[in-house]
T-cell receptor, first 112, second 114 residues
Framework: AQSVAQPEDQVNVAEGNPLTVKCTYS??????LFWYVQYPNRGLQFLLK??????LVKGSYGFEAEFNKSQTSFHLKKPSALVSDSALYFC??????????FGTGTRLQVFP | GAGVSQSPSNKVTEKGKDVELRCDPI?????LYWYRQSLGQGLEFLIY????????KSGLPSDRFSAERTGGSVSTLTIQRTQQEDSAVYLC????????????FGPGTRLTVT
């Protein structure tokens, strides 16, 4: 069965510094990977996806993610964090049956 | 354009009552999903509709849960004889279908069973 793991419950970073939110996956076959963000009392917003092609994927709000097949990772990155990036971030993998399997989420706190 | 909408945004019900949660997907999206987000279980898949195909009900936690999708658009998730463990945020998502892989989520319905 497909699965994703987000090893960090919380990531703290100072505004202006680069941020990384980690995700590793376990799939049979080619992975379809996604990052979503959830702001308080809101639904999930799509940030970016990897389906095929370039390993570095660019998404919304200046976020990007690097697909690494050998390390089975899909870490979310941003060169310069903003306080407004503080939110809950979910990594997800698409199963063969088309549903998404989510990680447990990582809370990002960006301090001024 | 309009996104996925859900109603009500909040629902408080007494244990044992039935509840109905509604989802209006993005117009033209043929795929519709229900997920549940709770503190103990994280985000979990409940049910998936794709066009006229039989729904994938593999994530429904018990036979108290059911869902339908009328006319290939609006969907209703029904929970019968609610229990306290049903308290969660219920999220609906839609996807274009044959093209596009990402799912677009609604704001959710927060269900509290007292």
């Amino acid at each position: 069965a497909q699965s994703v793991a987000q090893p960090e419950d919380q990531v703290n970073v100072a505004e202006g510094n680069p941020l990384t939110v980690k995700c590793t996956y376990s799939v049979s076959g080619n992975p379809y990977l996604f990052w979503y963000v959830q702001y308080p009392n809101r639904g999930l917003q799509f940030l970016l996806k990897y389906i095929t092609g370039d390993n570095l994927v660019k998404g919304s709000y200046g976020f990007e993610a690097e697909f690494n097949k050998s390390q089975t990772s899909f870490h979310l990155k941003k060169p310069s964090a903003l306080v407004s990036d503080s939110a809950l971030y979910f990594c997800a993998v698409r199963e063969d049956t088309d549903k998404l399997i989510f990680g447990t989420g990582t809370r990002l706190q960006v301090f001024p | 354009g309009a996104g996925v909408s859900q109603s009500p945004s909040n629902k408080v019900t007494e244990k044992g009552k039935d509840v109905e949660l509604r989802c209006d997907p993005i117009s033209g999206h043929t795929a519709l999903y229900w997920y549940r987000q709770s503190l103990g279980q994280g985000l979990e898949f409940l049910i998936y509709f794709q066009g006229n195909s039989a729904p994938d009900k593999s994530g429904l936690p018990s036979d108290r849960f059911s869902a339908e999708r009328t006319g290939g658009s609006v969907s209703t998730l029904t929970i019968q004889r609610t229990q306290q463990e049903d308290s969660a945020v219920y999220l609906c998502a839609s996807r274009p279908g044959l093209s596009g892989y990402e799912q677009y989520f609604g704001p959710g319905t927060r269900l509290t069973v007292t």
